[in-house]
């Protein structure tokens, strides 16, 4: 089972939006509702940032937002802010209790 | 507030087994699944697998089947993963990681996770 395929690193200037896409397949993103991405900073843990696709966590800004269109699905940032870089990882539901991450994408605030 | 927290770092030779804990509070440690993911250094997220707290029962990523073996003590509310066979490969961070809500179980929506625990194997 390889992982979700996501762009290694995507760059924005402050206050504009960016989109990090994540392309699975049929048996797991295509398939689920289950999609969440999450925010890591360097040596911290995973921060869930969004789940259900688009479903934002209680404190999370509506700056984040998620989608989905078959197999892909995507995290948006709007308003890009200093705080925003980071790496980020999309995981879903690949069926038989099982789970899958994307690789990670680092974000550049320029 | 629900807090998941791992025992410290470890260093390992290869061959060896290493056993990484994750004391769960703030929630009822029998009503979530926990999940395990590990990061090797520079590289993404790997999911390992998961135990059911209430059952014992699990699920392991294929590429671990061999080898992981994960379990839980509902007195203390600690789950645990063992690694056996370790090699370079196995350096990593090991997360635990807990369900967001109760349902889906399995679907891979991780909040809280704790903190991670740094295993190196080395010679």
């Known amino acids: 089972q390889s992982a979700l395929t996501q762009p290694a690193s995507v760059s924005g200037s402050p206050g504009q939006s960016i989109t990090i896409s994540c392309t699975g397949t049929?048996?797991?993103?295509?398939?689920?509702?289950?999609v969440s991405w999450y925010q890591q900073y360097p040596g911290k843990a995973p921060k869930l940032m969004i789940y259900?696709?688009?479903k934002r966590p209680s404190g999370i800004s509506n700056r984040f937002s998620g989608s989905k269109s078959g197999n892909t699905a995507s995290l948006t940032i709007s308003g890009l802010q200093a705080e925003d870089e980071a790496d980020y990882y999309c995981?879903?539901?690949?069926?038989?209790?099982?789970?899958?991450f994307g690789g990670g994408t680092k974000l550049t605030v320029l | 507030q629900v807090h998941l927290v791992q025992s410290g770092a470890e260093v390992k030779k290869p061959g060896a087994s290493v056993k990484v804990s994750c004391k769960a509070s703030?929630?009822?440690?029998?009503?979530?699944?926990m999940h395990w993911v590990r990061q090797a250094p520079g590289q993404g997220l790997e999911w390992m697998g998961w135990?059911?707290?209430?059952?014992?029962?699990?699920k392991y990523a294929q590429k671990f089947q061999d080898r992981v073996t994960m379990t839980r003590d509902t007195s203390i509310s600690t789950a645990y993963i063992e690694l056996s066979g370790l090699t370079s490969d196995d350096t990593a961070v090991y997360y635990c990681?807990?369900?967001?809500?109760?349902?889906?179980?399995?679907?891979?929506?991780?909040?809280?996770w704790g903190q991670g625990t740094p295993v190196t194997v080395s010679s």
């Open positions: 990681a807990r369900p967001a809500a109760v349902v889906p179980a399995a679907g891979g929506q991780f909040d809280p």
């Open positions: 703030g929630y009822t440690f029998t009503g979530y699944y």
């Open positions: 135990i059911n707290p209430n059952s014992g029962a699990t």
């Open positions: 049929s048996s797991d993103v295509g398939s689920y509702t289950f």
């Open positions: 259900e696709g688009s």
């Open positions: 995981c879903s539901y690949a069926g038989s209790s099982t789970v899958i």
